[in-house]
């Protein structure tokens, strides 16, 4: 049965220190959260790809159990970080899965290592905010800083961002899990990653990317539409692109039987032993 193997925690290097949970033995599959996520939300996948990879989730820098850190974020400081967590575990290189923002690290990575690559699964992410309209990148940014520049908390807005952000066959149960995710942010490092997200643009250059790719995306996904998850596909020399039934933008969570069925037949068709 999946899920029986024990799940380590460990730090990853120092200023700042780097969370990470992991199962299992191989080629190493490191899992990274979106925007106002952790770690935890792997925990219905990470078993799973645990009993064919050492499989690994992280919490980015100023999220979860990772350390915040000081002044501005550069956005590359995320594939610096990743770098990092591959060195830890001793790997030379790395099938990278990350979901909207860290969809976004992935792209990044894949520009400043990419000889640190065995694969990529892009989920429910984008190509940069210029593919929004001015008033799409206004709702993203009013929505989620806004309310905490004036006071508010992460737990204040925790609810109303999940459920925007869901399919509309969700459960409940997946729901709360975006709700606890969403109160456990770092509130002053949650705001950088707005700032650093909406700022970067990934579109030019992702025809460069030579690994095999994987597009994924939630057939009812209200931020990150199948559209987008087209357009990745088409910028990439034979990317594979899979739609997840019944699932929003956190196709993982809210259908983990059909998203961790097509991601891992993926990675096992281009294990490497």
């Known amino acids: 049965m999946p899920g029986l193997a024990t799940i ?58 990772s350390d915040d850190y000081e002044a501005a974020l550069r956005f590359r400081d995320f594939a610096d970080d990743l770098a990092r967590v591959l060195d830890h575990f001793g790997e030379e290189r790395a099938h990278i899965i990350g979901l909207s923002m860290g969809g976004r690290i992935a792209m990044d990575f894949a520009h400043s290592y990419p000889h640190r690559l065995s694969t990529i ?50 459960s409940e149960a997946a729901l709360a899990q975006l709700v606890d995710s969403m109160s456990r942010l770092h509130k002053h490092s949650y705001i950088k990653s707005i700032e650093a997200l909406v700022n970067l643009d990934t579109h030019a250059g992702l025809d460069h990317i030579t690994v095999p790719v994987h597009v994924m995306c939630g057939a009812d996904d209200p931020l990150t539409p199948l559209s987008m998850s087209k357009e990745i596909a088409q910028l990439i020399a034979h990317a594979t692109l899979t739609v997840v039934p019944d699932a929003g933008h956190l196709l993982n969570i809210e259908n983990p039987v059909e998203f961790n069925n097509a991601a891992l037949n993926f990675l096992l068709r281009h294990k490497q032993t």
């Open 8 to 65: 380590e925690t460990s730090f990853v290097g120092s200023s700042p220190r780097i969370a990470v949970e992991s199962v299992g033995k191989g080629e190493l599959v490191v899992f990274m959260h979106g925007i106002g996520g952790n770690r935890r939300n792997w925990r219905d996948n990470l078993p799973v790809f645990g009993e064919h990879f050492r499989a690994v989730a992280w919490d980015a820098r100023g999220y979860g159990d």
């Open 121 to 170: 699964t892009l989920c429910a992410t984008n190509t940069g905010f210029s593919r929004f309209t001015p008033e799409a990148r206004a709702e993203f940014i009013r929505s989620r800083k806004e309310p905490l520049m004036s006071g508010k908390e992460p737990a204040d807005i925790a609810e109303p961002v999940a459920r925007s952000l869901m399919g509309p066959k969700a």
